[in-house]
């Protein structure tokens, strides 16, 4: 085990983490909310450090990130467990299984040994992402430190869910954010949808995503439509005005269509015609560019230049087809699209 970072003693041998948003109080012998941190005599441990349990190279379009760097690839990595619950999680056989009483699995994996997967994959960047970074971050942090030095850039894939005590770290190093962009799930626009279906609050998914943004780090937003759940325009107009007034007109918003596993299984797939048009009203709001995702007979996935309509980035299965904006400038009216590019 290794001792964790961001919390307090408390009287008692209690603790309380304040790793993430529930700052939970836990009494010695017992875990967190996320099941993978646990008190011992009055230390706090994360029982995950290191612990692998996936790793595998991606198109950085599969995070989905399509303006930083696009047509790179990203090392992800993931270890156990999650802080939120959600009803409809797609990888809940890894991120949920320590919060139903399983055994935390993996392989130990030195942070230096990532960083040089990394190197010899030929990747842009290291993608802490499939369950929920905020639960590894002891461990995510000391791959970033030694990612950064060696160029390799750091992409967390998030709920969005951490404490201000963990951002403070994530983006007050001297030398700049640790986090160079983020992929940050707004899974809805109420709170009793966070309560509900998540086990968590909207607010501080939105305190942070500001936070983000302002602390120099590249975001992009990702909402999945539910039918029935969060998929009405009047919601999703208030996400793409959130996007539009917080976090600035050219972040990317990327709405995705679900497909029912894990314990919602009573609602249908999305229709196709539910992501056309909430991607209509994200562009009708003013945002630049909004994707749709899980439908890519609906061609959502190209990049079209804001100056001039052009499709300049054409993707095929979360792949660069092809590209007119070479280093992030439209080729047909020198309009430069907003991001990192090459």
Known sequence: MHEALFYDRLAEQRVRCNLCSHACVIAPGSRGICHVRENHAGTLYTLVYGELVARAVDPIEKKPLFHFFPGS??????????????????????????????????????PEEVVRAAQRAGSRSIAYTYTEPTIFAEYALDVARLARPAGVANV?????????????????????????AANVDLKAFTDAFYRQQCGARLQPVLDNLMRLKRGGVWVEVTTLLIPGLNDGDEELRAIAGFIRDELGADTPWHVSRFHPTYRLTDRPPT??????????????????????????WLDGENTV???CGRTVIHREAFRVSGSEAPGGICQ???????????
């Not at 894939?157 to 954010?177: E, K």
């Not at 047909?332 to 090459?342: E, K, Y």
């Open 73 to 110: 690839t990203a090392l992800s990595i993931a270890t156990m467990g999650c802080n939120l619950s959600c009803t409809f999680c797609q990888n809940a056989d890894i991120s949920q299984t320590p919060r139903a009483g399983g055994q935390i699995a993996g392989r130990f994996t030195a």
């Open 156 to 180: 967390w894939v998030t709920n969005g869910f951490m404490s201000p005590a963990l951002l403070d770290v994530a983006l007050g190093d001297d030398a700049g954010p640790l986090i160079d």
């Open 271 to 296: 229709p196709a015609q539910t992501v056309a048009h909430a991607r209509e009203l994200g562009l009708a709001t003013g945002l630049a560019y909004v994707y749709a995702g899980n439908v890519p």
């Open 305 to 307: 230049c804001p100056g």
């Open 332 to 342: 047909h009216c020198q309009t430069r699209l907003a991001g990192l590019f090459s």
